[in-house]
C-alpha cells in the first residue's frame, strides 16, 4: 500500500493559476485518469471545487477545516491525519494506492506521509499563484526523495514538452 502525491508542474513550480490548470495536456489527463482510476484519492476542498464534483469510478475524499461543508459524492475529513488514519487501511485491506491529487496546500500537508511522487514536469514556466512545494528550477528537491525513473512524453502534437518523472522516497518515513 503506498501513499502518492500526482501532479503536473511547470519548470518554475506552477501548478495553478486561481483555480484553474495554466495548460490543457490531454496526454497527461489521460495519464491521470488511468493512474487514478479504481483508487482513493484525497484532495483539499479547493481542488475538489474547481474540479466541481467528484471524479467517477474512484473513492474521493476532501479535507476541509470547516465543519459544515459536506458534499454528496466525496467523504470529508477534518484533517490530513484522520483521512490517512481511515483511507490507508482501506487500501491495504482493498489492495489500492492512496493517491493525493492536490493542491498546494495538501500536497505540502502530505510530504512526511508520501512514499513516492509522481510529477509530470513541463519544460515551461507558467504564470501562477499555486506552487508544488519544493520544485525548484524543474526538479523536486525535497530532502529522503531521489528521481527513480523518467518516461519522455509521446505525444508530439502538444505545444510542451514534458516528462513523467517518479521520486520515490529513499530513507524510512
Ligand atoms: N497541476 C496539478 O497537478 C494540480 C492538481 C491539483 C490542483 N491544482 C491546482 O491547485 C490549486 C488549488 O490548490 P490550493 O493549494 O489553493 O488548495 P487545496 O490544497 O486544493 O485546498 C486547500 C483547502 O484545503 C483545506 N485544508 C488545508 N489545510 C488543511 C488542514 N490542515 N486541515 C483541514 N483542511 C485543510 C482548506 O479547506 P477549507 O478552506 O474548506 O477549510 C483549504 O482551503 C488550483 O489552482 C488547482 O487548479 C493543480
Known amino acids: 500500500m503506498k501513499v502518492i502525491a500526482i501532479a503536473a508542474v511547470g ?7 486561481g483555480s484553474e490548470l495554466p495548460w490543457d495536456i490531454p496526454e497527461d ?5 488511468d493512474s487514478t482510476r479504481g483508487q482513493i484519492v484525497l484532495m483539499g476542498r479547493k ?3 474547481s474540479l466541481g ?23 470529508v475529513y477534518a484533517d490530513l491525519s484522520t483521512a490517512l488514519n481511515v483511507l490507508k487501511p482501506a487500501a491495504l485491506a482493498q489492495e489500492k494506492t492512496v493517491f ?10 502530505s510530504l512526511p506521509f508520501l ?13 501562477g499563484d499555486v506552487f508544488f ?14 528521481r527513480a525513473g523518467v518516461r ?9 514538452h514534458y516528462r513523467f518523472c517518479v521520486y520515490q522516497r529513499s530513507r524510512p518515513k
Open 29 to 33: 489527463m489521460k495519464f491521470f485518469r
Open 133 to 146: 512545494p519544493l520544485y525548484r528550477e524543474g526538479r523536486f528537491e525535497a530532502e529522503g526523495f531521489v
Open 152 to 160: 519522455e512524453q509521446s505525444d508530439s502534437a502538444s505545444p510542451f
Open 100 to 109: 493525493v491529487i492536490g493542491g498546494a496546500e495538501i500536497y505540502t500537508l
Open 53 to 75: 464534483k467528484a471524479l467517477p469510478a474512484r473513492r474521493n475524499a476532501v479535507i476541509t477545516r470547516n465543519g459544515s461543508w459536506s458534499v454528496s459524492d466525496a467523504e
Open 115 to 127: 512514499d513516492e511522487v509522481w510529477l509530470t514536469e513541463i519544460d515551461s514556466d507558467f504564470e
Open 11 to 17: 519548470r518554475n513550480g506552477v501548478i495553478g493559476r
Open 47 to 49: 481542488t475538489y471545487d
